[in-house]
């Protein structure tokens, strides 16, 4: 398959997801956004279940990159940190498109066992960028040494979790989102 049919499928499935949730993902649609035959999405993904796990990867990584990008020119470990909570906490469509991939990939692994080992990879490797983000800090004087690395890293990664499932269903808007997660960060790294 060609790098272009291949990320045409997966920015189509991303989008269909985004738009209609995975109960309602169908292959033809998907096919259809992507512009090709729904044969040839399913030569190059077994099944329905493959392409919505290789989605939740191609976005996943494509965001990870976007927000590792916005946090390398940080001076110190707390503004690491903050900017890898804040990116998340973005307007940009492409980030909220894959907030949406990733509720519907923690709600599907509820169901489906195989599932969860994948989605918690990828929430493990958030919780670790905090973690590694806050041990810079309190070595860097940026953050107060006192602070358990790993339970901070463990409760910010789950107010963004929470707060970016806000934001996606409307109950917060991106910018009470963002003013959450830096109230949480004050709390969490400040002594």
Not at 21 to 29: D, F, I, K, M
Not at 145 to 151: K, S
Not at 176 to 187: C, G, N, P, W
Request: with cysteine; proline share 1%; hydrophobic share 45%.
């Amino acid at each position: 398959m060609s790098e272009t049919t291949k990320q045409a499928l997966l920015e189509a499935a991303c989008q269909v997801i985004a738009e209609q949730g995975l109960e309602r993902l169908r292959t033809q649609s998907v096919a259809e956004a992507a512009g090709c035959s729904k044969a040839l999405l399913h030569y190059h993904y077994g099944s329905r279940r493959e392409l919505v796990l290789a989605a939740f990867v191609y976005t996943d990584d494509r965001a990870v990159e976007a927000v590792r990008k916005r946090s390398e020119t940080a001076e110190n470990g707390l503004e690491t940190v903050r900017s890898l909570l804040l990116a998340w906490a973005s307007d940009d469509g492409d980030m909220r498109r894959h907030w949406i991939v990733w509720t519907e990939m923690w709600r599907w692994s509820m169901f489906d066992t195989e599932l969860r080992r994948p989605v918690a990879n990828r929430h493990n490797a958030f919780v670790r960028s905090l973690a590694e983000a806050i041990a810079r800090g309190t070595r860097d004087g940026s953050i107060d040494e006192r602070v358990d690395v790993e339970q901070a890293a463990q409760r910010l990664a789950a107010c963004s979790d929470s707060f970016g499932d806000q934001a996606v269903i409307g109950i917060k808007t991106p910018d009470e989102v963002r003013a959450a997660l830096a109230a949480a960060l004050a709390h969490e790294l400040t002594r």
